[in-house]
């Protein structure tokens, strides 16, 4: 019992740490909450989604068992479940174990495709955010509907998108997926 007294209800400050140092200690699924915990987390950013996104706590339960990374991968089949004949590697590629790690950043079958388009679509609301806040677009369309255009410019900024930067010295990744410019102060991020 938390409470001072036996018979009183915790609060939900007492309640909710309970259930945190519980979902900490276990060995297979206290992934997710050791993650956050890190000291280069900003915690409260990284749990905004739930309070903010509207979503059913079905589906927030959910997306919080891939980082805790207790979805029923191949691999977690073979060496969780123990289930006798089965395969543990991925499914795609057949090259490495089928873990939540494997599918979302280290497949070779995925990365030309999903990641890819997951990564631009990042980069588009990041696009739309700058594009507005620089009075460069009065566009208002849901991020999903943006279609960001290569060049964007007023008196102010521009704004370029997949634009090759020329460098004084050869580096491997010169091409940005978006360049603003401030022009008065010609300094760009
Ligand atoms: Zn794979």
Known sequence: ????????????????????????????????????????????????????????????????????????????????????????????CGKELETIKHITAACEQLAPTEYVKRHDGRAKIIHQKLAEAAQLIDDKSPYYKYTPANVLDNENFKLYRNRNILTDKTIPFNRSDITFMNKKTKKPF
């Open 1 to 92: 019992m938390v409470g001072a007294n036996a018979n009183e209800l915790p609060t939900d400050e007492e309640y909710n740490n309970k259930v945190n140092r519980q979902w900490s200690q276990k060995a297979l699924h206290g992934r997710h909450p050791y993650d956050l915990s890190q000291q280069y987390v900003d915690t409260e950013a990284s749990n905004k989604w739930l309070t903010n996104a509207d979503l059913f706590a079905e589906t927030e339960s959910f997306l919080t068992a891939i980082p805790d990374q207790v979805i029923v991968t191949r691999n977690y089949k073979k060496c969780v479940l123990k289930q006798p004949d089965t395969e543990g590697l991925c499914r795609r």
